[in-house]
């Protein structure tokens, strides 16, 4: 496990008041870890006492590449699928734990299953636990240098997909066709896979922030949202731009520069000791200033990390100022149902002087399908 990681954690820990941590096999144990497992029903639990090694019970078949991978030394605790995992369970809790009696451990509500559960409570009768769910969410918050070099990676390769899709898009394709283009452009530019299921949402689909990738065949005029992104050494990036396919009408035009405002309104509230709620509240008056207040029906963003949706959610009410290490999208939107939607959205980094984008492709609105005069990968700058 990463030591300065697992020094946070444990300190927390201590001042939560339980004995330890349970995890499983999910995205805090590849943060503390780097372990990443297919999920299974062989028995498979990391032990995280507050003073002491941590222990690991874990299916003999993957003892080896455990204890290979990690990157720090786990006591290790195999078991054989002929044995079962129960003798193995209740040595380990007790050499994490040692002898007390009334245990509490912090656990993962949101992820530990009932079979996990009910082998912990075999093994130590009278088991207690707490959710660790906020503890874990609020330390993998704030990122490191290596998780931002990583994640700026993944952003650079996300926008070399997406502006290699961009250049090929012409009207007559379908929303299906250009999901798959985009998705072999990615993995192409390094990804090794994608964030989510991309979306493609066209013309009048645009107005549904959730849209379902279909056969609509794509029209002159159409604006198209594309929202990505791409997984890179076990982190996240998550970029949308809107395009036009050929010159779009003056409504679309005006509906898509005012996106544009309220994304750029939205980085520049970003900075340390800047809250969530300050943030929402700078993209959402450009929007509802003009009269479209009503059509801007999600929060401004959400944070990113190993996971697609992470602390901080950066909404209306959230008043805890955020600090440097801290990534996070600002993903304003305007969907007019029937007609059209424009979103933009960049990945964020919070720093000691400020805030800078992690995604860096150009705002302005692209006018593709064959016309020559198109900005792709630009500098960042609107």
């Not at 700078?282 to 959400?302: C, K, N, P, S």
Request: some cysteine; hydrophobic content about 45%.
């Amino acid at each position: 496990m990463n030591p300065t990681r697992l020094d946070r954690l444990t300190s927390a820990l201590q001042r939560y008041g339980v004995a330890g941590l349970v995890l499983m096999p999910a995205a805090n144990l590849t943060y503390l870890s780097s372990l990443t497992f297919h999920p299974g029903k062989r028995l498979t639990l990391a032990l995280i006492p507050t003073t002491g090694p941590a222990c690991m019970i874990v299916p003999a078949l993957e003892a080896n590449r455990v204890a290979a991978t990690s990157r720090v030394p786990l006591r290790l605790f195999p078991w054989s699928d002929a044995e079962g995992p129960t003798e193995a369970t209740r040595l380990a809790l007790a050499a994490a734990f040692g002898p007390q009696r009334d245990l509490v451990l912090a656990v993962e509500y949101s992820a530990l299953r009932v079979m996990e559960l009910r082998a912990l409570e075999a093994a130590w009768p009278g088991l207690q636990v707490v959710d660790a769910t906020d503890l874990m969410a609020e330390l993998r918050m704030v990122k490191d240098a290596e998780e931002v070099a990583i994640m700026e990676r993944a952003a650079q390769i996300v926008e070399t997909g997406l502006a290699e899709t961009i250049r090929q898009i012409r009207v007559g394709m379908t929303e299906r066709q250009i999901s798959r283009m985009l998705s072999a452009a990615i993995i192409a530019a390094g990804a090794e896979g994608e964030s989510f299921e991309n979306m493609v949402a066209s013309g009048p689909n645009g107005a549904n922030p959730h849209h379902s990738n279909g056969d609509r065949v794509i029209q002159p005029g159409d604006l198209i949202i594309l929202d990505c992104g791409a997984r890179y050494q076990g982190y996240i990036s998550d970029t949308t731009r809107t395009v036009a396919v050929g010159e779009p009408s003056a409504a679309a035009r005006q509906i898509y520069e005012l996106v544009r405002a309220a994304n750029a309104a939205g980085r520049a509230a970003a900075r340390p000791g800047a809250t969530p709620s300050q943030i929402d509240a700078a993209t959402r008056q450009v929007i509802a200033a003009a009269g479209y207040g009503d059509a801007f029906i999600h929060r401004t963003g959400h944070g990113i990390g190993i996971e697609v949706h992470e602390l901080p959610n950066i909404l209306d009410g959230n008043n805890t100022p955020l600090v440097p290490g801290t990534t996070f999208t600002i993903e304003p939107g305007i969907y007019l149902p029937g007609n059209l939607g424009v979103r933009i959205e960049d990945d964020m980094l919070i720093t000691p002087e400020g805030a800078r984008s992690l995604t860096q492709m150009g705002r302005e609105l692209q006018i593709v399908g064959g016309f020559d005069k198109l900005s792709h990968r630009a500098t960042g700058a609107d």
